[in-house]
């Protein structure tokens, strides 16, 4: 071998060297920008973010910034502009893993992979309160939500009005995104009214000679009255039905206590039964203009499968568990509702 070929030879070979060892570099950099961990959360497992309707990719970048969520800001804005994330950014709530990696940060951000919300309805009897409650916990603000729910126009299309909506809403609970708009928000529960108002359900209202909303007026009184007992709620709604048929009040307190708006109140007076609200049912013959509540869909079975009695009155019993004593003579009503003052009466409950 010449000199010549040697030299050459030994050019070829540190030229290999050199990319070699550039190619190695420029590898584990680019391990490093994808896959090495990039997200510092301390001794937190995850944590939650939020991005808001509207952010720009500088906006994502300050709110991880203000939870001092990177280690390392010029990889992550780096493989964001490789994967195309800077002009696709998704709003709402997601859960940022510990040593999560920009590669799996960016998938999970630029996929709108959210955390959902959960929400329900209980506790809760109007619908300033579940304005108030649904506010909490999404994007939108409380008080747009509130509004739409007193907007006729806006309701006209989900087939309801301002004085029933509350029986659009089925109590149950549901998963939802944080950036769900009102919009949104009432379509999922026009929905979930719909799946709850079968072709069965709706026959045997229409046998009843009542509408849907109005099953869910009574079922929202029958509910008030008994909360937990189904068999005590057919009954309760038989009693009703047979004022309804009768053409007399329903004379049922939790109207009086809703009509008057203090959910408080452990006693109807025999004064507050004569005011002269919409949902007193003392006052006014037949069902009030909307629920006193969110009727539950056992509830609504209960009027839908109402037990067939005589019953025309009912009185709480003086045990105070809840249930109740029924009657078919006004006689036997004023016995047990004697027995049920004497025992708030004790409790000194006026």
């Given at each position: ?21 550039t190619s190695g570099i420029g ?218 048929k009768k053409g007399m009040a ?101």
């Amino acid at each position: 071998m010449t000199k010549k070929t040697s030299f050459f030879k030994k050019i070829i070979i540190s030229i290999f060297l050199v990319l070699l060892i550039t190619s190695g570099i420029g590898g584990y950099y680019a391990y490093k920008v994808i896959y090495q961990s990039n997200v510092n959360l301390g001794t937190k497992k995850s944590q939650i973010i939020y991005i808001p309707t509207g952010s720009s990719f500088d906006d994502v970048i300050r709110i991880l910034g203000t939870n001092n969520i990177l280690k390392n800001r010029a990889t992550f804005e780096f493989l964001s502009e490789k994967k195309k994330y800077k002009n696709n950014i998704k709003p709402g709530k997601y859960r940022i893993l510990a040593k999560m990696s920009n590669n799996a940060l960016i998938n999970l951000l630029r996929g709108g992979i959210q955390e959902p919300v959960v929400i329900n309805f209980n506790g809760i009897r109007t619908t300033k309160q579940l304005a108030a409650r649904i506010g909490r916990r999404i994007e939108t603000d409380s008080t747009d939500l509130y509004d739409a729910m007193n907007n006729d126009d806006y309701l006209s299309k989900y087939g309801f009005n301002s004085g029933n909506v509350l029986a659009m809403f089925i109590p149950n609970t549901y998963e939802i995104f944080w950036n769900t708009s009102i919009d949104e928000f009432f379509d999922r529960m026009a929905n979930e009214y719909k799946k709850v108002w079968t072709e069965e359900r709706k026959q045997k209202a229409a046998k009843l000679g009542l509408s849907q909303v109005e099953v869910a007026i009574l079922a929202s009184i029958v509910q008030a009255e008994q909360c937990c007992d189904y068999e005590e709620k057919r009954k309760i709604a038989g009693l009703y039905i047979n004022r309804l048929k009768k053409g007399m009040a329903l004379q049922s307190d939790p109207t009086v206590i809703y009509a008057i708006g203090d959910f408080s109140i452990d006693r109807v007076s025999y004064e507050q039964t004569h005011l002269d609200l919409p949902h007193n049912t003392y006052r006014n013959k037949g069902l009030p203009p909307g629920p006193i509540g969110f009727a539950q869909v056992s509830s609504i079975d209960a009027v839908l499968n109402y037990d067939k009695n005589d019953y025309i009155f009912m009185c709480a019993k003086d045990d105070l568990s809840g249930k109740h004593y029924f009657s078919k003579t006004y006689e036997q009503h004023c016995n047990y509702a004697k027995r049920y003052r004497k025992a708030l009466d004790k409790l000194g409950i006026r």
